[in-house]
């Protein structure tokens, strides 16, 4: 089927069938353009929580329809591909996960967005990169707090906030990839870039950047800064809003370790095509279905973060 036919059906049936298409920043852009919201977790969280929609479509990775699943239990939550996961929420088995957390019972757990709906449910309250410092800041300087699954973001969070919570070992693949040499010759070659970096990059990278934050947050720096040329450590779907919003800066994705690819990608997200999106509408499958006990304990976490966002 041709793009623009494609396109067309594609709109046809979600307003047949009232969907509404959600798209995380590391969609590609055809799937960004498309979509009826684009944004980064917390966006797409609060998003899923408010909306009216029958069906909801949502263009990330597993976790993410989930998330949409656990707060919208009475909509059907559709996903392209069911087999696009997330190298980070993998990292967290939900049975070791729960061993390590019972080994410290003192301990209020924090957990990133980026986990399954099993790891949720074990969780006191759940964070985005837009929102955990703000959440962290928000319990006790001597609080005894867990945080997993990401060691990167959970040591910046640590960092900026002198805090010692205990760190599960955890990480995701593109975010720790990224070349710190090749970083280097691009700020030698483009001395007056910013470097804009996500926290869940490792700290060597970190070290290098001007401005660390979500998705969201250097998307909106990148709009209002006066600069006009930017290096970007981040998964590189984001440059297409980038772009789109600020035609006429120039945003350079830093490259990963060994690859002659200018560009780090999420294999994950890039499984989402418009093809299995117009498919999945057809068809109202793949669907995320979880289990109504884990749900129940997984709503809590969430629903508290979307409280203490405000």
Same mark, same amino acid.
């Not at 307003?15 to 959600?22: L, P, R, S, T």
């Not at 947050?217 to 450590?233: C, G, M, P, Q, R």
């Not at 109504?292 to 979307?306: D, W």
């Given at each position: 089927?041709? /793009?623009?036919?494609?396109?067309?059906?594609?709109?046809?049936?979600?307003?047949?069938?009232?969907?509404?298409?959600?798209?995380?920043? %590391?969609?590609?852009?055809?799937?960004?353009?498309?979509?009826?919201?684009?944004?980064?977790?917390?966006?797409?969280?609060?998003?899923?929580? /408010?909306? !009216?929609?029958?069906?909801?479509?949502?263009?990330?990775?597993?976790?993410?329809?989930? !998330?949409?699943?656990?707060?919208?239990?009475?909509?059907?939550? #559709?996903? &392209?591909?069911?087999?696009?996961?997330?190298?980070?929420?993998?990292?967290?088995?939900?049975?070791?996960?729960?061993?390590?957390?019972?080994? +410290? &019972?003192?301990?209020?757990?924090?957990? %990133?967005?980026?986990?399954?709906?099993?790891?949720?449910? =074990?969780?006191?309250?759940?964070? !985005?990169?837009?929102?955990?410092?703000?959440?962290?800041?928000?319990?006790?300087?001597? *609080?005894?707090?867990?945080?997993?699954?990401?060691?990167?973001?959970?040591?910046?969070?640590? /960092?900026?906030?002198?805090?010692?919570?205990? @760190?599960?070992?955890?990480?995701?693949?593109?975010?720790?990839?990224?070349?710190?040499?090749? @970083?280097?010759?691009?700020?030698?070659?483009?001395?007056?870039?910013?470097? =804009?970096?996500?926290?869940?990059?490792?700290?060597?990278?970190?070290?290098?950047?001007?401005?660390?934050?979500?998705?969201?947050?250097?998307?909106? %720096?990148?709009?209002?800064?006066?600069?006009?040329?930017?290096?970007? *450590?981040?998964?590189?779907?984001?440059? +297409?809003?980038?772009?789109?919003?600020?035609?006429?800066?120039?945003?350079?994705?830093?490259?990963?370790?060994?690859?002659?690819?200018?560009?780090?990608?999420?294999?994950?997200?890039?499984?989402?095509? @418009?093809?299995? @999106? %117009?498919?999945? #509408? #057809?068809?109202?499958?793949?669907?995320?279905?979880?289990?109504?006990?884990?749900?129940?304990?997984?709503?809590?976490?969430?629903?508290?973060?979307?409280?203490?966002?405000?």
């Amino acid at each position: 089927m041709e /793009k623009e036919t494609l396109i067309a059906e594609i709109n046809r049936l979600r307003h047949e069938k009232n969907a509404v298409i959600m798209a995380h920043y %590391y969609q590609t852009g055809d799937i960004q353009d498309i979509a009826d919201v684009v944004g980064d977790s917390l966006a797409l969280a609060q998003w899923a929580a /408010k909306t !009216t929609a029958d069906i909801l479509v949502v263009c990330g990775v597993h976790f993410m329809g989930e !998330t949409a699943k656990i707060l919208s239990p009475d909509k059907k939550v #559709l996903v &392209p591909d069911i087999n696009a996961g997330c190298s980070l929420a993998d990292s967290c088995n939900a049975d070791e996960f729960a061993a390590f957390v019972g080994a +410290h &019972p003192d301990h209020t757990v924090i957990s %990133y967005v980026n986990t399954t709906a099993a790891v949720k449910a =074990l969780t006191d309250v759940v964070v !985005t990169s837009s929102n955990a410092q703000k959440i962290v800041e928000q319990f006790p300087k001597d *609080a005894k707090l867990i945080f997993g699954p990401d060691r990167n973001l959970g040591s910046y969070i640590n /960092k900026t906030t002198g805090r010692d919570m205990l @760190l599960w070992n955890g990480a995701c693949h593109v975010h720790e990839q990224f070349s710190v040499e090749r @970083l280097v010759e691009l700020k030698q070659a483009h001395p007056h870039a910013k470097v =804009l970096a996500h926290p869940e990059c490792k700290n060597v990278v970190l070290t290098l950047a001007d401005v660390i934050g979500s998705t969201q947050k250097l998307l909106d %720096y990148a709009i209002h800064s006066d600069d006009t040329e930017f290096l970007v *450590a981040t998964e590189s779907g984001i440059l +297409h809003e980038m772009q789109k919003r600020c035609p006429q800066k120039n945003f350079i994705p830093v490259p990963p370790i060994d690859s002659t690819c200018g560009c780090n990608n999420c294999n994950f997200m890039r499984l989402n095509t @418009l093809d299995k @999106l %117009y498919n999945c #509408l #057809l068809h109202e499958t793949p669907e995320i279905t979880i289990d109504e006990n884990i749900r129940a304990k997984a709503v809590r976490p969430i629903l508290k973060m979307l409280e203490m966002s405000k």
